[in-house]
């Protein structure tokens, strides 16, 4: 379920539309069924580190590991290209929520110059380094 990028993809209506097909009254009963059916965000993080190595083969990408030692609030994705740094927080889709530190972290690296991105899907964490490419002249 939601493997695959859907440009415009609508939330809501995805949502509604759940909830209607497995007959679900409330929104929060039809998250905690996604949250089950959604695959984890590490196969979304793994997707997006696979397309930013197969587009940009010269850039540094990384997938940075949460643990008892590390920093809070550090995006999941590390990607650099042309001396840019790109933190993407990935987020699975309808049922992923930002905290306020991974907020806070992003305000933080575009403060000093980097970009920061929530993202769900391969698409959109290229998009953004696309989009910084073309401001960049």
């Known amino acids: 379920m939601l493997e695959k ?3 415009d993809f609508d939330e809501n209506e995805f949502v509604r539309s759940f909830m209607e097909r497995k007959q679900i009254s409330t929104k929060k009963q039809a998250l905690a069924e996604l949250r089950k059916l959604i695959k984890k965000e590490g196969y979304y ?5 696979e397309a930013l190595k197969k587009r940009y083969p010269d850039a540094f990408v990384a997938k940075i590991s949460q643990g008892a030692y590390s920093q809070a609030g550090i995006p999941d994705v590390m990607f650099i290209k042309d001396g840019h740094y790109f933190g993407f927080e990935v987020k699975r889709p309808v049922v992923g929520i930002r905290s306020k530190l991974q907020e806070q972290t992003a305000r933080m690296i575009q403060a000093a110059g980097g970009t920061a991105a929530f993202v769900c899907w391969p698409e959109e964490a290229i998009r953004e380094v696309e989009e910084y490419e073309k401001s960049q002249g």
């Not at 993080?45 to 580190?49: C, D, L, S």
Request: proline share 0%; no cysteine.
């Open 45 to 49: 993080q793994t997707k997006i580190k």
């Open 5 to 7: 990028y859907e440009k």
